[in-house]
């Protein structure tokens, strides 16, 4: 009788069929099994037998007649492969090949000439260019060669000192507007007397202080209720409760199975081999009931409240303590003279005589100003320019002698051997086989990855065409190209490895 791989899993769920209903029943407590541990030792060996039988002869059922194998080895869940044809490998070597054929060593004979005299041509009419030299005139017009300036010195006569940039910067802070200023104008410098005025002050003749006074603390009756025994506990039992729940058991555990793959992701032609996809078949589950415990044997504790009497007792009402009275200080007015302003200074143009000649200070600025100077200064100009003419030249005859052909040139030929040269070949050193290789199909893919390798392929400088997360003849000539570049397999699939090589998550 043959046990397939359904048949073990058949026979795993009944016996752990038989272990949960061992474990259930109408009570909490544990019953025994039907089995003795020797019995279900030895049923599990069996079990473990015919499982290693079965692996064995499906790995005997995936073996072609040619020797390779009908579904592709060690793939995991979810992984796709396509058969594919590995091209042979050559093995070089020598051998003695004709380089050049055998020919002929061709001999002349050269022509023979005889002289004649016949007019020829010696010189071509031509022409000559002769130069006409250009015409100047001269001109004469004003250079500036120094422009208009101004200058802020410290008075209008000549030979005045030029004003510094402390006195500029005091006048402008003053209240001169430097940038308005005309050439010609002066301003200078007053300084305004501090001012005095005359306050009263208040001064401390007494200081302030405290008066302390105390006052005693007062009581009175009240009756209070006083604890005579204390409040206690006692437990009482609470019995245990069940209830009966259904629960999913495993009935056939996830397994993967091959699976014929939807095609190879490019849309190009019909590629060669055939594509298998490991697929993933998950648990299904079978409902069992039993009787479980919901809630335990228990115990609660019950409260015994505390016993009181009321007792009659003195109370404090208020404590005894100080009161403390401020005494304020006293102060008297005092006449004192207080600075109001500190000297100032302050700037006018000279004609403003809103200020005293008495406080002015000396500082004075003017903003003269440097007329333009020019020279005079003769150029030359150009009135005609250089130009030139042209002269005719006849052409020249002479009657020369001429060599002409008397007999023509004429041949022979010698035998020449052929040559040979030994040359590198290569012959085939291992035959071609078809090979399982892990690819991207329909089955194990998205239009994000794909997006991913043509984004990959374009940063390292291959063209996949658009990002489009299509695969059209353009990104698999990018990939054909990227493969063969970086000694990867290179077929009409998108494989595994090109994937990993170009660095992106599948």
């Not at 290693?52 to 979810?78: F, I, M, T, W, Y």
């Not at 501090?194 to 105390?214: M, R, S």
Request: aromatic share 6%; proline share 6%; charged share 25%.
């Amino acid at each position: 009788m043959v046990i397939t791989s359904k048949g073990i899993i058949k026979l795993s769920v009944i016996s752990s069929a038989i272990l949960l209903a061992a474990c259930s029943g109408t009570a909490p407590q544990v019953q025994s099994s039907p089995f003795s541990a020797a019995e279900l030792e030895q049923r599990n060996k069996e079990l473990v037998e015919r499982e290693k039988a079965v692996a064995k002869r499906e790995a005997e059922n995936q073996q072609a007649p040619d020797g390779s194998e009908l579904l592709p080895p060690n793939a995991k869940p979810g992984e796709c492969y396509a058969r594919v044809w590995v091209e042979p490998t050559y093995q070089n070597y020598t051998e003695t090949l004709l380089v050049k054929d055998a020919s002929e060593q061709v001999y002349i004979t050269p022509a023979s000439y005889k002289k004649v005299t016949e007019q020829v041509l010696v010189q071509p009419a031509s022409y000559k260019m002769v130069a006409v030299p250009a015409q100047y005139e001269t001109v004469t017009e004003q250079k500036l060669v120094k422009e208009a300036s101004t200058q802020w010195l410290i008075d209008l006569q000549k030979g005045s000192a030029p004003a510094s940039k402390d006195l500029l910067n005091a006048a402008s802070e003053h209240g001169i507007d430097l940038a308005a200023a005309q050439p010609g104008m002066c301003f200078h410098e007053h300084f305004l007397p501090a001012k005095f005025e005359q306050v009263n002050e208040p001064v401390l003749i007494q200081e302030e202080y405290e008066v302390v006074t105390t006052q005693p603390a007062e009581f009175r009756w009240v009756e209070k209720t006083v604890l005579v025994k204390e409040a206690s506990t006692r437990i009482e039992e609470i019995p245990a409760q069940y209830s009966t729940v259904t629960e999913q058991v495993v009935d056939v555990p996830a397994h993967t199975i091959w699976k014929k793959g939807t095609g190879p992701i490019q849309k190009i032609d019909a590629a060669t081999g055939e594509i298998m996809c490991l697929v993933e078949v998950p648990d299904t589950f079978k409902t069992v009931t039993k009787r479980v415990l919901s809630s335990p044997a228990a115990t609660r504790t019950v409260e015994i409240p505390a016993v009181y009497e009321t007792v009659r007792v003195q109370e404090l009402v208020s404590e005894a303590k100080e009161m403390r009275k401020t005494v304020p200080a006293k102060y008297k007015d005092v006449p004192v003279t207080k600075k109001v302003s500190d000297v100032a200074f302050v700037w006018h143009e000279v004609h403003n005589h809103e200020h005293p000649k008495a406080t002015r200070t000396g500082n004075k600025i003017c903003l003269t100003e440097q007329p333009a100077q020019y020279k005079t200064i003769k150029r030359t100009l150009v009135a005609t320019p250089a130009t030139t003419q042209k002269v005719e030249i006849p052409a020249k005859y002479e009657t020369v002698t001429v060599t002409k052909l008397a007999s023509a040139a004429s041949e022979s030929r010698t035998e020449i051997p052929a040559e040979y040269e030994t040359v590198s070949l290569s012959k085939i050193d291992q035959d071609g086989y078809m090979e399982w290789r892990s690819i991207l199909c329909e089955t194990n893919m998205t239009r994000t990855t794909i997006m991913d390798i043509q984004r990959a392929l374009a940063a390292k400088g291959y063209n996949p065409g658009k990002i489009d997360g299509v695969v059209g003849r353009e990104t698999m000539n990018a990939v054909n190209d990227f493969q063969r570049d970086n000694q990867l397999p290179t077929d009409k699939y998108i494989n595994i490895k090109t994937v990993k090589a170009l660095n992106v998550s599948i």
